[in-house]
Nanobody, 125 residues
């Protein structure tokens, strides 16, 4: 069992930056593939970024490429999402997720077993 707790959300102006953190309980964090998803009001949950258990490979949605960076610190059991050049369209609740098994498609929420409670990110224009 893994518990995930996100933090770092808040209100920021367009063009600003935020860094989200996701701290995991348990001793097997280093073996998990991790992802960030977001969900805006009235919309489906969408993929943002993912990272393999080793941290060697990352994947990002086209909408955030060049602006968001995912990283993983296994020693601290923490997943990060650095968000730069934020836009009002990035406003959503952001969730981190963990997958203990290899994923066929990192973009699909159904592949992840554990989820955090979410943290709100609001970008004002």
């Amino acid at each position: 069992q893994v518990q995930l707790v996100e933090s770092g959300g808040g209100l920021v102006q367009a063009g600003g930056s935020l860094r989200l953190s996701c701290t995991a309980s348990g001793r097997t964090f280093s073996s998990y593939n991790m992802g960030w998803f977001r969900q805006a009001p009235g919309k489906e949950r969408e993929f943002v970024a993912a990272i393999t258990w080793s941290g060697r490979s990352t994947f990002s949605a086209d909408s955030v490429k060049g602006r968001f960076t995912i990283s993983k610190d296994n020693a601290k059991n923490t997943l990060y999402l650095q968000m730069n050049s934020l836009k009002p369209g990035d406003t959503a609740v952001y969730y981190c997720a963990a997958a203990p098994l290899p994923l066929d498609d990192y973009r699909q929420p159904s592949g992840y077993t554990y989820w955090g409670q979410g943290t709100q990110v609001t970008v004002s224009s």
